[in-house]
C-alpha cells in the first residue's frame, strides 16, 4: 500500500479502476431490471468522471512524454463537445467544425499548460514545435485531421439523407 502513496498516480489509477469495476457489475440486463432503468443511468453516468481520471492517471504516469495522452484528452474533449451539439440538435457540419477547432485548440492548450508546469518548457516553445513538422506531427493536429474528417463524413451523411425528387415522383 506503500507504493500507491508513494506514487500517486497508481492512487489516481485505483481509483478509477475501482469505478470501473462498479460500471463492469452493474452491465448485465439482470442488473438493468434490479436497479431500474433511472438508478442505472445514474451509476453509468459515472463514466463522464472515470474518464477525466483515467487520464489524469495517464498523465502522471507519463510524466513528460504525453503524446498520447494528449491525444486522448483531444478525443475526449471532441466526444463530449459533439454528446452537447447533439443534444441541442447541433450537430452539423458547421458545428462540428466548430467543435474540431475548439477541440484541437484545447488539446494544444493541455499540451502547453502540462509541459510548462510540468517540465518547465515556456509556452513560446512548445507553440513552436507544434508548428514545427519535422520532429513529430503534435497531438493537436491529429484530433483537427480527425475531427475534419468526421466533418466530411457528416457532410456527405446529410446530402445523402437530403430527400430527392425523382421523375417519378414529378411525373416526367
Not at 474518464?51 to 478525443?75: M, Q, R, W
Not at 445523402?160 to 415522383?169: G, I, M, N, V, Y
Request: proline share 2%.
Amino acid at each position: 500500500m506503500s507504493e500507491v502513496v508513494y506514487r500517486f498516480y497508481l492512487g489516481i489509477g485505483m481509483i478509477a479502476l475501482i469505478f470501473l469495476l462498479i460500471l463492469a457489475a452493474t452491465s448485465g440486463e439482470k442488473k438493468v431490471r434490479t436497479l431500474g432503468a433511472e438508478d442505472w443511468n445514474k451509476i453509468h453516468k459515472l463514466i463522464y468522471l472515470i474518464v477525466p481520471i483515467g487520464i489524469l492517471h495517464f498523465f502522471l504516469k507519463a510524466k513528460v512524454e504525453i503524446s498520447l495522452p494528449i491525444l486522448l484528452t483531444g478525443c475526449y474533449l471532441w466526444l463530449m463537445g459533439w454528446r452537447v451539439l447533439h443534444s441541442r440538435h447541433l450537430d452539423t457540419t458547421a458545428g462540428l467544425v466548430g467543435l474540431s477547432l475548439t477541440a484541437a485548440g484545447l488539446t494544444l492548450l493541455t499540451e502547453v499548460v502540462w509541459l510548462s508546469l510540468k517540465a518547465g518548457i515556456p509556452a513560446r516553445e512548445i507553440l513552436d514545435q507544434s508548428l514545427d513538422f519535422d520532429y513529430e506531427i503534435k497531438s493537436f493536429w491529429i484530433v483537427l485531421a480527425a475531427g475534419f474528417v468526421l466533418c466530411a463524413a457528416q457532410y456527405i451523411r446529410q446530402r445523402l439523407r437530403t430527400p430527392r425528387t425523382s421523375a417519378l415522383q414529378t411525373g416526367a
